[in-house]
């Protein structure tokens, strides 16, 4: 049986609170989930926390802030994986039926090398910037604080004014935004890159990985998914490929 202790979490709101204003008359709290979007091991279920939404609960089934075609995108990169929803219970597709706007097909580009990888995602930043789009509604976003850090140092090398994501108030400002995807989790930008993605995650997931390797790997492209839907507009997203030698992932990329 599979490992679901990735959950939903009510973080820093505690469940005996979460139940005791539920049970508050009429419409003592209005709880809004998306198992999907889990990216954190740990918390807990609704039901785990005495909370049952029998009757109550209303499935949300319209995309609003992505394009069809970033929607679709994203939800093929997470194509049969589990994840547990809300309540609880096993999920395995986007809840979204309707995504009403449609824009340009994200644009998935693979690097033999950083250098390379680095230096096409500045170019793309440029060209958007050329064509209008506003550098603070660009967010360019990593896995790591690592990658991060490099591609605020390849922008700023390149003359672009960057802000890191650690630092960003919420104040509007000309600035692209560079971090990782867990710091940009809640927010969204017309147009996302997402740099120096694992291209690994990408394609089906080798036959001999064990139950934890799955779960790892599922964890991993549940972030990739909450990154991509993080776009309004466009996206763009750069990955390098590894190959398995010896039961373990060695960079041929170098991009970890």
């Not at 049952?52 to 609960?57: L, P």
């Not at 547990?84 to 998935?108: F, I, K, Q």
């Not at 700023?156 to 400002?173: N, Q, V």
Request: one cysteine or more; proline letters at 5%; hydrophobic letters at 40%.
């Amino acid at each position: 049986m599979r490992d679901s202790r990735n959950r939903p979490a009510l973080s820093s709101y505690s469940t005996e609170r979460a139940a005791r204003d539920c049970r508050r008359p009429p419409d003592g709290l209005t709880l809004i989930g998306d198992g999907q979007q889990t990216i954190y091991p740990g918390g807990y279920s609704l039901a785990e926390a005495g909370i049952s939404v029998a009757g109550r609960g209303v499935l949300l089934s319209t995309n609003y802030r992505n394009t069809r075609e970033i929607a679709q995108f994203a939800a093929a990169i997470v194509e049969g994986d589990e994840f547990v929803d809300l309540e609880g219970g096993p999920g395995r597709a986007d809840a979204a039926l309707d995504v009403p706007r449609t824009g340009p097909s994200p644009e998935l580009a693979s690097f033999e090398s950083v250098s390379l990888h680095d230096a096409a995602l500045v170019s793309h930043v440029r060209a958007l910037v050329a064509s209008g789009v506003d550098p603070g509604d660009i967010g360019v976003l990593t896995a790591t604080n690592r990658d991060a850090l490099a591609m605020l140092a390849a922008l700023r090398a390149a003359g672009f004014d960057a802000i890191e994501l650690e630092s960003y108030a919420g104040t509007p400002a000309p600035l692209v935004k560079v971090g990782t995807i867990k710091r940009a989790k809640g927010l969204e930008f017309k147009q996302v890159l997402l740099a120096r993605v694992d291209g690994s995650l990408l394609s089906p997931a080798a036959a001999d990985f064990d139950e934890g390797a799955l779960e790892r790997r599922e964890i991993e492209r549940r972030e990739l998914y909450v990154g991509m839907t993080r776009a309004r507009d466009g996206l763009w997203v750069g990955a390098g490929w590894r190959e398995v030698e010896g039961g373990s992932l060695a960079d041929r990329g170098g991009f970890r």
